[in-house]
């Protein structure tokens, strides 16, 4: 079971930016999918990006497209979220995620990590 933690949260202005780690602590097969969510308080936890580990294939939800890259270095086991234009509503605990399937629903995912807080004040 791969445990996962993830770093780089914090609080910034709107129109500001944050990096997002995960970083996976065993060995991170090539067919796994790795994802982060967020849940802001009171809402459900909500997709944000995945990628393959292996083609290194991307997909975002809307509301973060142009905004959001999700990349990976597969020698660290790691995958990396840059938040670029923060805005107020991105505010919300960050999940890291893995799993097996291409797919936005959080039922594919298995292991999660412990979440980080980003705050964007407006």
């Known amino acids: 079971q791969v445990q996962l933690t993830e770093s780089g949260g914090g609080s910034v202005q709107a129109g500001g930016s944050l990096r997002l780690s995960c970083e996976g602590s065993g060995r991170i097969y090539s067919s796994s999918v790795m994802a982060w969510f967020r849940q802001a308080p009171g809402k459900e936890r909500e997709f944000v990006a995945l990628?393959?580990?292996?083609?290194?294939?991307?997909l975002y939800a809307d509301s973060v497209k142009g905004r959001f890259t999700i990349s990976k270095v597969n020698a660290q086991n790691t995958v990396y979220l840059q938040l670029n234009n923060l805005q107020a509503e991105d505010t919300a605990i960050y999940y890291c995620a893995k799993g097996s399937h291409y797919s936005a629903d959080r039922s594919s995912y298995l292991s999660w990590g412990q979440g980080t807080q980003v705050t964007v004040a407006s």
């Open positions: 990628i393959r580990w292996h083609s290194g294939t991307t």
